[in-house]
């Protein structure tokens, strides 16, 4: 568990032009290009902008995925906790059981 996931207070200061693509909540996956807004840090890294006090939230950030960074949640930077993490894995994987059964 990377140490943002359990809520370091680390909160990667985002820049003005990523904080622009994201105002309208419409973008779920970035690109790699925006892999230095969030300064180095992997995991669930919360984020904000000092600009736009609306884009907030909290983005799961990993190189080895593609695209590298998914944003989970909009407009809370709390931590996303390992309970968390595990009621979504248990409830995605039942969703699949039932939905391959059909």
Known sequence: IHHNMLG?????RISPSLSALLR???HW???SSFLKDFGGMTGFVPFACPV???VSGV?????TMSPP???VRYGSTDPIDTQ???DAILRATSLREKLSSQ
């Open 8 to 12: 370091s207070g680390s909160i990667a």
């Open 24 to 26: 309208r909540r419409e």
């Open 29 to 31: 996956s970035l690109s």
């Open 52 to 54: 736009y006090d609306s």
């Open 59 to 63: 983005a799961l950030v990993d190189e």
């Open 69 to 71: 960074i998914k944003i």
């Open 84 to 86: 968390y993490v595990s």
